[in-house]
């Protein structure tokens, strides 16, 4: 069982403010890395998925790099918005590809007006 | 376009009886698998599959059956439900390396 640890486990943050949280993976064996945003009563919404060591990527405010070398992912959210209240995952896909997703235990974000 | 499209949305079954959860995506997805959410656990692998006539256990596959006869369908069997086999179940698919489309979830109790 591979072990993707996902900190801080919560997080309130001021509207406007910028934030950032990480995922942290077993460097061996890494095939890609995706993240994923989780509201309340929804089914997961695919943000990024990422394979280069250095790759950084953008979707509007929210923006991830990676670092394969040493293990982890960062997520950033730039002026946040009580909209982006949610439960952001990340998963690692290992395995040359063949084998499933292992998600962390996510980052539950709350925006505060 | 449907998507992932999962059956039933709720069910609540007795210890000792048999279910099958439905899952369907109609985006000739090779990639498709099944999760289980629970308090505090995270989303965690049950089974995937990376084609027609291909599957694999994942973390907690003890307690269910998959099989995958067609690349559109990949159901879920509980033989015998057990009640810590009680959660929320998602389906999930993806073209090779690509994001993953998630159906909207199956609760299910058992009792």
Redesign the interface.
């Known amino acids: 069982?591979l072990n993707v640890e996902q900190s801080p486990q919560s997080l309130h943050v001021q509207e406007g403010d910028s934030t950032n949280f990480t995922c942290s993976f077993p460097s061996s064996n890494f095939?890609?890395l995706?993240w994923?945003r989780w509201e309340t009563a929804?089914?997961?919404?695919?943000l990024?998925?990422m394979?280069l060591n250095g790759d950084e990527k953008k979707k509007g405010r929210i923006s991830a790099t990676l670092n394969t070398k040493e293990g982890y992912s960062y997520l950033y959210i730039k002026g946040s918005q009580p909209e982006d209240s949610a439960t952001y995952?990340c998963?690692l896909?290992s395995g040359g590809?063949?084998?499933?997703?292992?998600?962390?235990?996510?980052t539950h974000l709350i925006i505060q007006p | 376009n449907a998507g992932v499209t999962q059956t039933p949305k709720f069910q609540v079954l007795k210890t000792g009886q048999s279910m099958t959860l439905q899952c369907a995506q109609d985006m000739n997805h090779e990639y498709m698998?099944w999760?289980r959410q629970d308090p505090?656990?995270?989303?965690?692998?049950i089974h995937?599959s990376?084609g027609a006539g291909i599957t694999?256990q994942?973390?907690v596959p003890n307690g269910y059956n998959v099989s995958r006869s067609t690349t559109e369908d990949f159901p879920l069997r509980l033989l015998s439900a057990a009640p810590s086999q009680t959660s929320v179940y998602?389906c999930a698919s993806s073209s090779?390396?690509?994001?993953?489309?998630?159906?909207?979830?199956t609760r299910l109790s058992i009792l």
């Open positions: 069982i095939y890609a995706h994923y929804k089914s997961p919404e695919a990024f998925v394979t995952l998963a896909h590809g063949a084998d499933g997703l292992t998600f962390g235990k996510g | 698998s999760y505090g656990m995270g989303l965690r692998l995937y990376v694999d994942g973390e998602f090779y390396n690509q994001p993953q489309h998630f159906g909207d979830g």
